[in-house]
């Protein structure tokens, strides 16, 4: 009859790895030997499919294998002994092993689930490999031998066995429960030392471990085994229990005996069955045997192998090299080398790695050496460093696609840009078609810049050339400024905003900048995927020793198979004709870098429907310490000079667009689309400030920089690079040109307003 308790404390306590399902083949009950060798914790694994928690490959093909439990489910019988097959464990350890399962049956006789035992077989299979060639029959026997146990209870009578030991000792289940142990089989476990033991471990509470006996069972002869016995107190009222775990060794002992009765030399030759062996006579160096793999590794009749040295048969390229081996040999008693040069009767080339070490066999010095072919592992290696070389160029390409990408779209974007700007200036005049088209294009094109700003920041981050500009700042006024980006999005969905700060200030030691970027990318996603009217919470705790900062909201929330890859870079969900957001899905996969590049963490939790939860952890300091300054608004006023600004660009819509805007705040201006043309239009018209593309034909921007210092006429002309190229090494090649000023396109014409205003201000 199955007992629950008896079960538990059985699985528990045996050294192979146990684990039971359910009748829907999920995880119910792990061991600890389970625990080690699949890396899932019983915690972990309830529930979790068998197939997830247990993934076992073909030691062959590598190809997956249907676990036994799975087919001991469905079939409802034992399924005994597979192949050999590999555990894939959790972190991706590899381990040979062999497994069985059984049903699991109720009182019904209806499947309850299945039991599932396996155990690590890695190091006996090398073992299997140094008998296979002794004895025949090795490979049956270790491919078989399984652990028979018993569940006493405190009367030594048996409570119930496994299918091993019914099998093993040939008897059947009632023959064997609710019997004295000493009564089984008709008193054949009447065994004296088994006696003394069993009757220690009750009133002592003594375990032990590895006992050996030999036996005579009248039904299956001699056995030798190995016993394990162990006492466990009663739980919960439950009764007190002795397993005892019984592992018949007479197979390992007769082989055993029948390899120490061969000669060492011959056990050693087939410790592995992949390896060429040679054996040397240790004094002068010259082969006395050899394995059949080394005939076919070199071409050579194990006759003709006899008597040479190892030079001779293509191992070490001169005979000084072998002798300089050798004498190192004899001094230490073992060599290795990773990479040896073979060459076969052939003259095949090929790579070996050659291990070597000295021991006697009956008195006398001999010297194996294991060769091992790697020539394929070699190439392998070499195709992978190429591989890897390749995707890192790949890697490269890609991203100064990315920056080469969003300067291109930068060009289109300005004068655009500019056109709207020059558009908004007639507010006053406009119908209310022209305002909501002018609205509409304005917002559309805000969109259009946000992306191309999120191209070539994902580019920056990738290349490892972002550089945080951290100081000790509060978060109250990173919150604030996010808060005031984000509005606008929010106010025009109707949703509403709950924000909740503790009352003390917490300090960080962060750039302000960036981390306000990612609670704007976290609240504007919030914005678009909740519909209308939605509620979201911007929450600040002090946890600890960190910040934690928590954007929620009542929108459509993330699928579960979505869920842990969406921090990943261009991913995002299915969506449909009504849910259109716009991105590249790469906003996300920002966040968490510009997280983890300050030592915090963020994590995101969702269910389908019912809203999404975005947390970030950051490290906290001590204060006080400066808040962010407030962003500084320049009133859109009219410069206290007229200047002349001379306008450079090859796109002539940008020119234009720029030079009307620069007219429109009250200033002169030219325009001029090459580099040559250039500096012969600043010297005729004399520039206060010169805004100059980077990418001009003829000339670079850099160069005609460069020209025009050089010009005493333009020695207090201001110098504004424009162009699409963003990054610190960009902004670096201006100063060293001698701009003043360094705009990225598509610039808000409020920071050249700003300029020109500086500009005016100064004395001329």
Known sequence: MFQPEWCRLTLASIVDGVIV??????????????????GWTSKDATGEPLESVFQIVS??????????????????????????????????????????????????????????????????????????????????????????????????????????????????????????????????????????????????NHAFNDYRVEHDFPTIGKRVMVLNARRFLAVDGGPELILLSIEDITEHWLAEGAVHRSEVRYRRLFETAKDGILILDADSGKIIDANPYMTKLLGYSHDEFMGKE??????????????????????????????????????????????????????????????RD?????????????????????????????????????????????AVQLLRQQHGTETPIQWKARSIIERQLGQLKHL????????????????????????????????????????????????????????????????????????TNAAKYTDEGGHIWLTVELEGASCVLRVRDTGVGISADLLPHIFDLFTQAERSMDRAQGGLGIGLSLVQRLVELHGGTVEAQSVIGKGSEFIVRLPAVSGPGARRPSPIVNPAVPPPGRLKVLVVDDSVDMAESLAMLVESAGHESRTVHDGPSTLKAAVEFVPNVVLLDIGLPGMNGYEVARQLRKEPLLKNAVLVASTGYGRESDRQASVEAGFDYHLVKPAEFSEVRRILATVAQKPR
Not at 21 to 36: K, Y
Not at 111 to 122: E, K, P
Not at 314 to 333: I, T, Y
Not at 393 to 412: I, Q, T, V, Y
Request: hydrophobic residues 40%.
């Open 21 to 38: 399902t359910d009748t829907e083949g999920r995880v119910t009950f792990l061991n600890s030997a389970a625990e080690s060798l699949t």
């Open 59 to 204: 030691e062959a093909t590598r190809g997956p294998i249907e676990s036994p439990a799975l087919r001991a489910l469905r079939h409802g019988v034992l399924i005994g002994l597979g192949n050999h097959s590999v555990l894939i464990s959790r972190d991706g350890t590899e381990r040979t092993i062999e497994d069985s399962a059984a049903p699991i049956r109720n009182d019904k006789g209806q499947v309850a689930g299945a039991v599932l035992v396996f155990r690590d077989t890695t190091g006996r299979r090398n073992a299997e490999r140094e008998l296979q060639d002794a004895l025949a029959y090795a490979d049956s026997i270790i491919a078989t031998l399984r652990e028979p146990f018993l569940v006493l209870d405190k009367t030594l009578r048996v409570r119930t066995a496994n299918v091993a030991f019914y099998r093993n000792f040939r008897v059947s289940p009632q023959e064997t429960e609710d019997r004295f142990v000493y009564e089984l089989g008709n008193h054949q476990w009447d065994i004296p030392g088994l006696r003394t033991l069993l009757e220690d471990v009750l009133p002592q």
């Open 310 to 371: 190892l030079w001779q048969i293509g191992l070490f390229n001169e005979v000084s090299e072998n002798e300089a081996a050798f004498r190192k040999l004899q001094k230490d008693g073992y060599v290795r080398y990773e990479h040896l040069p073979l060459e076969t009767s052939s003259g095949e080339q090929a790579q070996v790695e050659f291990v070597s070490n000295v021991y006697l066999v009956d008195d006398k010095r001999v010297a194996q050496c294991n060769i």
């Open 374 to 418: 790697i020539s394929e592992r070699v190439r392998l290696e070499q195709k992978t460093l190429d591989q890897s070389e390749e995707l890192s160029d790949l890697h490269r390409s890609k991203d100064e696609f990315l920056a080469m990408l969003s300067h291109e779209l930068r060009n289109p974007l300005a004068p655009l840009m500019n």
């Open 452 to 523: 191309v700003d999120d191209l070539l920041e994902v580019s920056r981050i990738n290349s490892g050339r972002v550089r945080l500009r951290q100081a000790r700042v509060g978060v109250s006024g990173i919150v604030e400024a996010a808060l005031e980006t984000a509005r606008p999005l929010i106010n025009e969905r109707k949703h509403e905003i709950t924000v909740s700060e503790p009352p003390e200030p917490i300090w960080l030691y962060a750039d302000p900048a960036r981390l306000e970027q990612v609670l704007v990318n976290l609240l």
